[in-house]
C-alpha cells in the first residue's frame, strides 16, 4: 500500500543518513541545503512548504531544488503568514522577552526534497546532529508544515528520533495520531476522523443511506474513506460502491470510475481527495454529460478557488462539504502587500515570483520577452490569490501553529526552578531543550485574538471544529462558497451539528434536498424485509400481519397488540377489540326477544281463555291446577330467554343457565303428571282398581315439586362448587372479543340440561304408552306429539350448540328454549282453546269422550 511504501522509504533515508550513528554523530550526506527564506533569531523555527507544483520528467530533470513547474500562492502565502506571526510575536514585549525568534523556510518539490530539508532543520547548516553537540543557531525548536498528509508521514517519524516537535497545519490523516509512530507530530487542524465524522452526520441529517464514494489513491484518501466508511455504517448508511484513482495515475482509472457513477443508483457521492484529483474527475464527468449528482467534498477541495477556473466545474455547483473556520488576521494584508525582493534577496523563488506577478525581469538585463522591472512594482495595488485575505482558513493554522510553539517556549522561558522537567528547567538555546519543548507543546492552551481556543489532545490533535459550507454560484457569477452550518465535536451529541437557515443549493439543481436511498423508506404499518444479498439499505416493505402494528417509518419488527387489542386498518396503531354479545339492537337479539315477547302474550292470553272457562268441561277435564301451572311454567320459560340476551354479566350468566333449567324441569313435570293422570285415570276405571286414590291432588302437586326439587338442588350444588361467569373469549376471533358466559363447571350444565332430558324422555315414554287407550278422554296423544317436538329439539340442540360460534352459541340455546316453548304451548293448548273459543257446542263432556 501507498503508506507502507512511505514507510519502507523513510526508513531507507534514515538509515542512509545515519550511517554514522555509531560515532554518536548523525552526518548528511551531501552538501547542507540552504533555505528558501530565512531570518536569524536566538530560537529558530523551521517551515516546510511547496512553493512550486508539477514536476518536470526525469529526462528533463537536473541535479537541483527547483524541479517544479508552476507557483502555488497558497503555500506561499502559508510560509509569510508565518513569517508574519514571528515578526509579531517578537514585537510583543509580553512573549518570549529577551529572545528573538527566527525561521528558516524551505521550499519542496518531492519526497526526496522534503527529507532533505527536514534533516538540514534538524542538523543545522553544518550538516551534522548529535546528542551532546549542536548549536543555538543552527538547530531549529520545531517545525511547521508540511501541507499534505503523505509527505508528513515520510518525514516526521524522521525528525521523531531527534525529538524535534512536527506542527502541521494541513495533513489531516487520521494515521498521524498515532503516538506511537509520530510521538513528536502536532496540528492545528483536525483529523480526518473527525471530518468524516461529521460527513457521516450531515449524510444522516439529510436522509441519504445509499451513497458512493471516491478517493485519492494515497493516504490521506483511503484513511479517509476508511474512516467514513466506519462512521457511516454506525449511522444505517450503507455505500454502494468504493474506489480510488490517482491523478498521476492511467486514464482508464477515470473511465472506470465515470461509468461506475453513471451506472449507479446513488445520487450522493462523496470525493475524498484534492483539488487535482476532482478538477480531473469533474472534467471527466463534464464530458460524458453526467449531471444530477449531489457531491460531497472534503476539506483538501471543498474551498479551493482554483476550482471556479477549471473545465467542467458546473457539474461541482451545489456540492457540500466541511472546513475548517474562516477568521481574519489583523495586519497580515498589510504584510502579503508589503513583499518586496528586497526583504529576501537570496530568495530565487522570491524574485521568480515577482516576475511572474509584474511580467518583467529583475535581471540586470532583461532577455526574452519580458521588460526590466522598474523598481516601482508594488503589491498594493495588484488583486491575486495571494493577496486574497478574504478566506483565510488554513492560513489561520499556520498563524496558530507559529504561536503554539512561542506559547511552549515562553513557558519553558519562564519555568520555576523545581516546576520543570525533572524537576529542574533549561536554557531555553541548548540541545537540551527539544525534549521540554516537546513536553510544553503538550501543555499548550491559549486562545487567539479572534477567541479561538488552541490546545492539543493526548494524540497531538487539536479541537475539531468545522463549518459547512456549500458551493454556490454568487450574483457576480462567480463559485463561491457559502457557510451553512458547523460541526463542533467538543458540544454533546445533539449539539455538535447544526445547520443554519440560509438557502443550499443541490447539485440535482432542484430546491428539494436529493432522494438518494437503496430502497424508500417503510411507512408506519409495515416493516423492512432485507433483500438477500444487499447491503441493509435494500430492503422490501411488507405490511404487517393482522393483529401487528408498526409506529415509526422504517420499522424492523412489527408489534403485535396486547391481547384485548388488535391493529386498525392501517397497523399504525392498536385499537380496542370490539366486544361482542347478542343485544337487543341487532336484528337477531330484537327477533329473539320478540319472539320471547309473544310467547309470553299467547301464554298469558292462553290462560285467561281456560280461567274464564275454567268451570267448563274441557279445562276440567284433565286437572285444571296442573294445566294453569303448566301455563305459569311456559311462562316462565319465555321469560328466561330474555335472559340470554345483552351483556353477560356475573349475575346474569348464573341465572340464565338456572332460570332455564328450574323452569323448564317444572313444566315437563307438569306435563309427566297430566300424562301419569291419564294413565292412572284409565287404570282407574277398570273394575277394582283403587289407582286413583293413591294419585290424587295431594300426590301430582307433591311430584312436580319433589321432581323440581331435584333440579333445585342440582343448580345449587352447581352455583357452589362452580358458578358460570362472564368471560372474554379471544381465541374463537383474533379481532374481536366474544364476551360470554362460561360454565364454570361443564358437569354442572351437562347435569341440568340431562336431568331436564330424562325428565323429557319419561315423559314421552309414558304418553306414547297411553296414546291407544279406549276413548278419547285422555290427551296421550297430544302430549306424546308435544314430547316428540321437545325431544327433538333438544337433541338438535346439542350438535348445534358446540358448533355454533361466539354469539350464536346464545342463540341456538334461545331458539331451543323457544321452540320447545311454542311446541308445548300449541300442541297441549292450542286445540282446546279453538273449541273453547270457535266450537262451544264441543265443551260437553259427551264430545269430550270423542276429543
Not at 363 to 377: N, V, Y
Request: charged share 15%.
Amino acid at each position: 500500500t501507498p503508506i507502507d511504501t512511505m514507510s519502507l522509504l523513510s526508513l531507507l533515508i534514515l538509515v542512509l543518513l545515519t550511517e554514522e550513528r555509531a560515532e554518536g554523530v548523525c552526518r548528511m550526506q551531501g552538501p547542507p541545503l540552504p533555505p528558501e527564506l530565512a531570518q536569524d533569531g536566538d530560537v529558530v523555527i523551521g517551515g516546510i512548504f511547496s512553493f512550486r507544483t508539477g514536476l518536470l520528467p526525469f529526462d528533463r530533470r537536473e541535479i537541483c531544488i527547483y524541479c517544479c513547474l508552476s507557483f502555488n500562492f497558497r503555500e506561499f502565502k502559508f510560509a509569510q503568514a508565518m513569517i508574519f506571526a514571528i515578526n509579531e510575536i517578537n514585537e510583543n514585549p509580553d512573549m518570549l522577552p529577551g529572545v528573538k525568534l527566527g525561521y528558516r523556510i524551505y521550499d519542496d518539490c518531492g519526497t526526496m526534497d522534503i527529507l532533505r530539508a527536514a534533516l538540514a532543520l534538524v542538523s543545522g547548516l553544518g550538516g551534522e546532529v548529535s546528542d551532546e553537540n549542536c548549536t543555538k543557531i543552527e538547530s531549529v525548536q520545531a517545525i511547521l508544515g508540511h501541507s499534505g498528509s503523505r509527505p508528513t508521514i515520510a518525514f516526521a517519524p524522521v525528525v521523531g528520533r531527534f525529538h524535534v516537535p512536527v506542527i502541521s497545519h494541513f495533513a489531516t490523516c487520521a494515521c498521524l495520531s498515532n503516538r506511537k509512530e509520530y510521538p513528536t507530530f502536532f496540528r492545528t487542524i483536525p483529523s480526518d476522523y473527525y471530518q468524516s465524522q461529521a460527513l457521516a452526520k450531515l449524510v444522516k441529517h439529510l436522509g441519504w443511506t445509499w451513497i458512493g464514494v471516491i478517493a485519492v489513491e494515497n493516504e490521506y484518501g483511503l484513511n479517509g474513506i476508511a474512516a467514513f466508511i466506519q462512521a457511516a455504517q454506525e449511522y444505517g448508511v450503507c455505500i454502494e460502491y468504493s474506489d480510488a484513482f490517482s491523478s498521476s495515475g492511467p486514464p482508464a482509472d477515470l473511465q472506470r470510475i465515470t461509468s461506475k457513477i453513471q451506472s449507479a443508483s446513488s445520487k450522493v457521492i462523496l470525493a475524498f481527495m484534492s483539488h487535482r484529483e476532482i478538477k480531473l474527475l469533474a472534467k471527466q464527468l463534464y464530458e460524458q454529460n453526467v449531471t444530477g449528482v449531489q457531491w460531497l467534498g472534503s476539506d483538501a477541495w471543498i474551498t479551493d478557488h482554483s476550482l471556479a477556473d477549471s473545465e467542467g466545474h458546473g457539474i461541482l455547483v451545489g456540492s457540500l462539504g466541511f472546513t475548517v473556520s474562516r477568521v481574519q488576521i489583523h495586519g497580515l494584508e498589510e504584510h502579503l502587500r508589503g513583499l518586496h525582493p528586497s526583504l529576501f534577496p537570496h530568495s530565487r523563488f522570491v524574485r521568480d515570483f515577482w516576475e511572474d506577478v509584474f511580467d518583467c525581469s529583475l535581471k540586470a538585463t532583461a532577455t526574452g520577452r519580458r521588460k526590466p522591472c522598474s523598481g516601482l512594482e508594488s503589491l498594493r495595488d495588484v488583486e491575486s490569490p495571494f493577496t486574497d485575505v478574504s478566506e483565510l482558513r488554513f492560513t489561520n493554522n499556520v498563524y496558530k501553529s507559529v504561536y503554539s510553539v512561542a506559547y511552549a517556549l515562553d513557558a519553558l522561558l519562564k519555568c520555576e526552578e523545581g516546576r520543570g522537567s525533572n524537576a529542574r528547567c533549561t536554557v531555553i538555546n541548548t540541545c537540551c531543550t527539544f525534549c521540554q519543548v516537546l513536553e510544553y507543546l503538550s501543555m499548550v492552551n491559549f486562545t487567539t485574538p479572534e477567541g479561538e481556543r488552541v490546545y492539543f489532545d493526548s494524540n497531538g490533535d487539536s479541537p475539531a471544529r468545522y463549518e459547512l459550507v456549500n458551493l454556490q454560484i454568487t450574483n457576480r457569477g462567480t463559485m463561491e462558497e457559502v457557510t451553512v452550518g458547523i460541526y463542533d465535536a467538543s458540544q454533546p451529541g445533539s449539539q455538535q451539528f447544526i445547520m443554519s437557515d440560509t438557502p443550499l443549493v443541490w447539485g440535482t439543481g432542484h430546491s428539494e434536498v436529493p432522494v438518494s436511498v437503496c430502497s424508500e423508506s417503510c411507512p408506519p404499518g409495515s416493516h423492512k424485509v432485507l433483500q438477500k444479498g444487499l447491503p441493509v439499505c435494500c430492503y422490501d416493505c411488507i405490511r404487517c400481519p393482522a393483529g401487528e402494528i408498526s409506529n415509526s417509518t422504517d420499522s424492523i419488527h412489527c408489534m403485535k397488540c396486547a391481547p384485548e387489542f388488535w391493529s386498525n386498518e392501517r397497523r399504525d396503531a392498536c385499537i380496542p377489540k370490539e366486544i361482542e354479545f347478542l343485544t337487543y339492537g341487532e336484528i337477531l337479539g330484537t327477533l329473539l326477544a320478540s319472539f320471547s315477547l309473544l310467547g309470553v302474550f299467547l301464554t298469558t292470553l292462553t290462560t285467561i281463555v281456560f280461567y274464564c272457562h275454567k268451570e267448563t268441561p274441557l279445562v276440567r277435564a284433565n286437572n285444571s291446577e296442573l294445566s294453569f301451572l303448566l301455563l305459569f311454567s311456559l311462562t316462565l320459560c319465555f321469560l328466561c330467554s330474555l335472559t340470554f340476551i345483552g351483556r353477560p354479566t356475573q349475575w346474569s350468566c348464573m341465572l340464565r343457565h338456572t332460570a332455564f333449567g328450574i323452569t323448564f324441569v317444572l313444566c315437563i313435570s307438569c306435563v309427566l303428571g297430566k300424562t301419569i293422570l291419564v294413565l292412572m285415570a284409565f287404570k282407574a276405571s277398570l273394575p277394582g282398581s283403587n289407582l286413583m286414590k293413591w294419585f290424587g291432588p295431594t300426590q301430582q302437586r307433591l311430584c312436580v315439586v319433589s321432581f323440581t326439587l331435584i333440579q333445585v338442588v342440582i343448580c345449587i350444588l352447581w352455583l357452589t362448587i362452580s358458578p358460570p361467569f362472564p368471560f372474554k373469549n379471544m381465541i374463537l376471533y383474533r379481532d374481536r372479543i366474544i364476551l360470554e358466559c362460561q360454565l364454570g363447571s361443564a358437569l354442572g350444565f351437562w347435569a341440568v340440561l340431562g336431568y331436564v332430558g330424562v325428565l323429557a324422555g319419561l315423559c314421552f315414554v309414558i304418553a306414547f304408552l297411553g296414546r291407544k287407550l279406549p276413548d278419547n278422554f285422555n290427551e296421550a296423544k297430544i302430549i306424546t306429539f308435544s314430547m316428540l317436538i321437545f325431544c327433538a329439539v333438544w337433541i338438535a340442540f346439542v350438535p348445534a350448540y358446540i358448533s355454533s360460534p361466539g354469539k350464536f352459541t346464545v342463540a341456538v340455546e334461545i331458539f331451543a328454549i323457544l321452540a320447545s316453548s311454542y311446541g308445548l304451548l300449541f300442541c297441549i293448548f292450542m286445540p282446546k282453546c279453538f273449541i273453547i273459543l270457535f266450537m262451544p257446542e264441543k265443551n260437553t263432556k259427551k264430545h269430550i269422550k270423542d276429543y
